[in-house]
Structure formats: C-alpha cells, structure tokens
C-alpha cells in the first residue's frame, strides 16, 4: 500500500462494511423486538443479528487497523477521527444525561407531586391518598413488593475506587507512550483492563445479590427501574471499554504505536475517562443520596 501523502486530501476507497453493518443491526434490532414482545422465533434473528455485528466490528477494524499501521492515513485523516470520536463521546453525555434526567424527574418532580408536596395536596388526596414522598420509592402502587435499596458503601465504594486507581493506571500508560517507555506501558495498559474487568465481576455479584437478598429487580418500581438502567448501562460501557483496551493492549505487544501517532489508544483513554466521570456521578446520585 502507498503511504499517505500529507499533502493531500484522503479519499476513503469503497468498501461493503457499512451496508453489512446496517444489515446487522436491522436484523439485532429486529430479534430484540420480537423477543421483547414475546415472539419465541425472536431469539433466532438476535443472535444472527449479534454474530453478524461482531463479524463485521472485527473485520472493519482490523481494516482500518491495518491500512493505519501501512502508513496510509495522514494528518487530515488522524484530525478526522478525533472529530469523530469527541462527536461520539459528546453523544455518549447525552446518552447518560437523559438517564440522570429521568431520575431527577422521578425523584424531584413524581414523588413530590403524587406526594401532596405544596399546591399538588389534591392531587395526593385525589388519587393517591395514602403515599408519601420518600426515596427510595417503588411507586403509589408499591409495585414489586417490598425491596432494600442498595447503600453506597461496601461493593459500590470498591468499585468506585477501581475505577479511580483505573483512570490512574491509564494515565501513567498515556504518558509512558509519549516518553517511548513500551514496558511501563504494557504493564499499567494490562493493570488498567484487568481493573475494567474486575469492576464487572464486583458488579455481577452486586446484582446478585440484589435479586436474590434485597428483593431489589427491574420490577421494583421507579427505584428499580432507574437503578438497574444507570448501572446497567454503565456496566456494558466498562464491558465495551475493557474490551478496547485489551485490543488496544494487544497491539502494543505487536508494536504499533509510536509516540507521536497513536490516536486509536488516546480514542481509547479518553473513553475510558468518560466512563469513570459517568461513574461518580452514579455513585453521588444513585448510591449515596
């Protein structure tokens, strides 16, 4: 392959990828709502539709993993896909922002309106007579039964600081990238995903232990539902994450990179920075207060 000329605008070459691509989220998003509605036939397009994703994500990448490391992409194309990834990044924060939105809704708004709380005392006495304005809260209709909410402290508090010592080990990775230190950098890149993976197990035993001690589920009204939404969520972004890293790791050991070209693992860091901000944000709103 020709190396990039710096000089000049890079055309991308044609390629069947986004079609593929767009072929297998039709068919994911096709099983997920057939299954969600009950279809027992729904199962059988989500996992084609799963499979074909992952074909396409590794065989897409490892394209453009190679045509980068070949020395085809210039300047202009390493400005582009920081673009992107910041747009990406940006999307991810609205992503979470209308989460956090529906729990300030449920908790600052809901709860005191069907509570009574100031000029909405009809509404409490009209519909709602007998609820109260407490959080955590299954609703009016006390739906789910009777559940614990889960505290800040222990396994959340663990997870919190595995995440923190994560955005440390990250850093220090960044930085012996920069300065040419490739053994520093493997080292705390590999303790940096083993700490992203670690916080998976942490939280499946939570969940556990939610369903099975707490009577906490996805039914335990408005508590559950947002609960299990924001962490959930930003468990299968840790997941994602992890998983880029190790990728990322992976090509370290394979020699690519150099201190001045090495955007896929700043795309990469900063990603993982934004999942550990989302993170405290997690621990403030849905665990401690």
């Known amino acids: 392959m020709a190396t990039a000329d710096a000089q000049k605008y890079y055309v ?3 390629t069947n990828w986004p079609i593929i691509g767009s072929i297998a989220l039709f068919t994911l998003f096709m099983g997920v709502s057939m299954a969600l509605n009950g279809h027992s036939v729904g199962q059988w397009p989500l996992i084609a539709g799963l499979l074909l994703t992952f074909y396409m994500m590794y065989r897409w990448f490892g394209q453009v993993i190679g045509e980068s490391v070949s020395g085809m992409y210039n300047m202009q194309v390493d400005a ?4 992107g990834m910041m747009w990406f990044i940006f999307s991810e924060v609205m992503f979470f922002a209308v989460f956090f939105g529906a729990l300030f809704y449920a908790r600052q708004l809901s709860l005191p309106w069907l509570g009574g709380i100031g000029s909405d005392v009809w509404t409490n006495l009209l519909i709602w007579p007998s609820f109260e304005n407490a959080w955590p809260s299954n609703g009016p209709a006390s739906v789910g039964g009777k559940f614990q909410s889960m505290g800040p402290w222990g396994i959340p508090a663990l997870n919190t600081a ?3 010592t994560s955005g440390v080990t990250i850093t220090i990775a960044h930085h012996a990238l920069r300065s040419g230190n490739r053994g520093t950098l493997s080292l705390f890149l590999a303790a940096t995903y083993l700490l992203g993976f670690i916080f998976i197990g942490f939280q499946a035993y939570e969940y556990n232990h939610a369903f099975t001690e707490l009577n906490l589920t996805f039914n335990s009204g408005i508590y ?3 609960f299990f939404m924001l962490t959930g969520f930003h468990g299968l972004h840790v997941t994602i994450g992890a998983i880029m890293l190790l990728v990322i ?5 394979r020699g690519h990179f150099t201190p001045e070209r090495h955007f896929a693992f700043e795309a990469v860091a900063w990603y993982w920075h934004f999942v550990d901000v989302v993170w405290l944000g997690l621990f403030i709103f849905v ?3």
């Open 224 to 226: 559950g539902s947002t």
């Open 287 to 289: 665990y401690w207060l």
């Open 249 to 253: 790791w992976l090509r370290v050991l």
């Open 162 to 164: 595995i995440l923190l």
């Open 80 to 83: 582009s896909f920081r673009m």
């Open 12 to 14: 991308p070459h044609g």
